[in-house]
């Protein structure tokens, strides 16, 4: 199409330059032709009829004297005259007076009878008439003819104009391609530009401006135009990687939020099979109390039964607690020199009933030397028990697990090995993930919440510690491995003393109770009274403020979430009352979370305990002192 357009430009050009030319040369020669032609017929009019009046005049004697003779001798002067072919002298009464034939004309040409003065063209011939007088009367008649010669002049006029208009054609030429390169190359140059534009999609194209005329400024517009399409190309096309980018984005948060919502589920689920299943044992061992009566055998075995299931659900919610304590970043340490034997030996021993009861041989191999560290002792103890737990339960009965601790440089190495049933290669890149859990019958049996490795995780990193796992596959048996880095030894801390504030107390004490729960009230109570302690049960804010004033207690556990007054204020108007300086306050709650305990110990709380309480915390609890 552009190669079209060249040719059509170029075409037009040469056409209009030829036309053009041709024209103009052909209408001035044929008017130049005309005004020749015309010129010539008059100037060899004028030439004969000088000739013939000149001839005239010499021979008007011999016309006058009747001298034929000496006539003769004048018209063959007409000799030096060559396109004069013949001539003649006429009496006056017309007759010939005497004759002048050119060498090979025809002697028979001369008219017979005199015409009027003047010219006539006959043919290629021009004949001239002229009269000769004497002062008044007319003498003779001069008669001249001549080859007129337009012909040949017309054909050389002809040649001679061929000859011109070549000439001029090929200047023309000149001018056309000279006129291309100036005029059609610029234009040319925006059409390249333009094709280049359409097939390559480039508007970097710039087309180079060679003239400051009209087809500048045409150049000067496309070239400003290719910017402005070019920059808003660009624009758009960045707007689209852009489009595309958070689109990708988004998909990928999508999939993960997806991801995350079905583990969610999965959890949820897990969750709510993990909490009922303690319910069942512990409802049946409730109905075998009921039953029991005096068999002290039986109502014994229900209780620790009771125990049990209790500890894993209250283990289930502490680990609920620090999920959330992760997704919150408010998982902290309380970190102190620990020896790792001593944390090792805490989390052997909270594992050892599971161990026991899947009849599974421990191996433990610890170095002989302390081996010192500083972190969380309880925190290592709950990771290191998760390892050896998930060992249990992951291993079928009768199985192996060793665990082993060495230091390395810097490091020390704990590894956690069982004969279990393995991990597939495919899950150990997800294993320390939130709720992930292996699929398979006996896994899901087995499985608590999915949340005990990736607390590890988190616990281990706190301490500036590596987790790591092994695994040769299902059926292989798994292999863990924690890195903590080693701190220099140092003598053993003085036993914490609260803040200095609170000191041990006495066997009996005046315990004020407060909580609209009123099975947990009147059980707690119980417990109490049976340790031996004084106490007094309200269940509401208001009450617990009215007998504490009249009761005095040294210890108020309170509820948070209660009818009229709420926990947090109780424990502010309690503060306020002088008389309840020594009095310390407890906050026993279902709100485990770090701002409840912030909010419980803002408000005047010596304590927060999260429910259930266990008898051991209700023993330490007591054991607090405070001083005003
Ligand atoms: P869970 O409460 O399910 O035990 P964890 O976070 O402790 O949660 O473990 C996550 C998953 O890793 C488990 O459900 C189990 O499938 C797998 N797992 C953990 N320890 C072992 C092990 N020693 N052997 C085989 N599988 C294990």
New binding site residues.
């Given amino acids: 199409m552009i190669q079209a357009i060249k040719r059509s430009i170029s075409r037009k050009i040469m056409l209009l330059v030829l036309a053009t030319t041709l024209t103009a040369l052909l209408v001035s020669a044929i008017v130049s032709l005309l005004y020749d032609m015309r010129t010539y017929q008059k100037s060899l009019v004028n030439d004969l009829v000088t000739q013939a009046d000149l001839l005239g005049r010499v021979s008007a004697p011999a016309l006058e004297f009747a001298d034929p003779k000496a006539a003769q001798e004048n018209l063959a002067a007409l000799r030096v005259r060559p396109m004069v072919t013949q001539a003649a002298l006429y009496a006056p009464n017309g007759q010939l007076f005497a004759s002048y034939f050119r060498a090979g004309n025809d002697r028979t040409g001369l008219p017979k009878t005199l015409q009027p003065e003047g010219f006539r063209i006959e043919g290629d011939r021009i004949a001239v008439f002229h009269h000769v007088a004497d002062d008044r009367d007319l003498i003779g008649t001069v008669y001249l003819e001549a080859r007129y010669g337009q012909n040949e002049r017309l054909k050389s006029y002809l040649l001679i104009l061929a000859a011109m208009t070549a000439t001029s054609l090929v200047v023309a030429l000149g001018i056309s391609s000279w006129l291309q390169a100036a005029v059609t190359k610029p234009i040319l140059a925006v059409a390249d530009g333009a094709r280049d534009v359409m097939q390559r999609r480039d508007f970097s194209v710039r087309v180079e401006k060679t003239t400051d005329d009209e087809i500048g400024l045409l150049v000067d517009a496309f070239n400003d135009m290719l910017h402005e399409v070019g920059q808003r190309s660009q624009a758009l096309l960045a707007s689209n990687r852009t489009l595309q980018e958070e689109m990708q984005e988004r998909r990928a948060a999508e999939e993960a939020l997806l991801a995350a919502d079905r583990r969610k589920d999965e959890f949820l689920a897990?969750l709510a099979h993990?909490l009922r299943n303690p319910l069942a044992p512990l409802s049946n061992s409730l109905a075998i109390l009921r039953l029991a009566g005096g068999n002290e055998t039986a109502a014994s075995a229900a209780r620790s039964i009771m125990e049990r299931q209790l500890k894993q659900m209250v283990r289930l919610v502490d680990?609920l607690l620090d999920v959330s304590r992760i997704s919150t970043g408010k998982l902290a340490l309380r970190a102190e020199p620990v020896v790792l034997q001593a944390v090792v030996s805490d989390a052997v021993e909270t594992v050892s009933p599971l161990i026991e009861a899947r009849s599974h041989t421990l191996d433990v191999a610890l170095p002989e030397q302390p081996v010192h560290l500083r972190g969380d002792a309880t925190r290592l103890a709950q990771v290191f028990a998760?390892?050896l737990?998930?060992?249990a339960?992951?291993?079928d009965p009768g199985g192996r697990i060793s665990f082993g601790a060495s230091t390395d440089g810097a490091q020390a190495i704990v590894k956690?090995a069982?004969n279990?049933?393995?991990?597939p290669p495919h899950?150990l890149g997800n294993?320390?993930n939130?709720?992930?859990?292996?699929?398979?019958s006996l896994?899901r049996t087995?499985?608590?919440?999915?949340?005990?490795?990736?607390?590890?995780r988190h616990l281990i990193e706190l301490h500036g510690g590596t987790i790591e796992?092994h695994?040769g596959g299902t059926g292989q048996?798994?292999?863990?491995i924690v890195r903590l880095p080693l701190t220099p030894p140092v003598d053993a801390p003085e036993p914490a003393k609260d803040d200095g504030a609170i000191a041990p107390a006495g066997p009996r004490h005046r315990i004020l109770l407060a909580d609209d729960n009123v099975d947990f009230a009147g059980t707690m109570a119980t417990l109490l009274r049976e340790m031996g302690h004084e106490v007094r049960v309200v269940h509401d804010g208001l009450a617990a403020l009215e007998a504490a004033g009249a009761f005095q207690p040294e210890f108020a556990f309170c509820d948070i979430g209660m009818p009229k007054l709420n926990g947090y204020d109780l424990a502010r108007r309690l503060r306020a009352l002088p008389a309840l300086q020594h009095t310390v306050l407890v906050a026993i709650t279902g709100w485990g979370q770090e701002h409840d305990r912030e909010r419980a110990h803002a408000a005047g709380f010596d304590r927060h305990v999260v429910k259930p309480i266990t008898f051991e915390q209700l023993l330490s609890l007591l054991e607090v002192r405070r001083s005003a």
Avoid: P, R, W
């Fill in positions: 897990t993990e680990d998760n390892l737990g998930n060992a339960k992951y291993t956690v069982d279990g049933i393995g991990i899950m294993i320390f939130m709720f992930t859990q292996v699929d398979g896994e087995q499985a608590g919440l999915g949340v005990g490795l990736s607390l590890a796992v695994s048996g798994s292999t863990f």
